[in-house]
């Protein structure tokens, strides 16, 4: 875990819509991931992936996603 007092930014609605529409992830999933990494203050995609809520495939997913918009 990184120890920082800098909180990082909110996943965007659009993440968010990604994650749920394109990947195929449950919204009470996403709600579960949004509250770690706030808790956490990682990026979402990351704490999802620890948790085991993404796979390794859909992380390179969401990752090129994120990269490209």
């Known amino acids: ?4 007092t800098k909180p990082i930014n909110p996943p965007t609605d659009e993440l968010c819509d990604f994650i749920v529409n394109k990947i195929g ?4 999933a996403l709600e579960l991931g ?8 990682s990026p979402l995609p990351v704490v999802m992936r620890s948790y085991g809520l993404l796979t390794l ?3 390179n997913e ?6 490209d918009n």
């Open 1 to 4: 875990m990184i120890n920082t």
């Open 62 to 67: 969401i990752l090129i996603w994120q990269k």
């Open 57 to 59: 495939a859909q992380l």
């Open 25 to 28: 992830i449950s919204r009470s």
């Open 34 to 41: 949004i509250k770690r990494s706030n808790l956490e203050n």
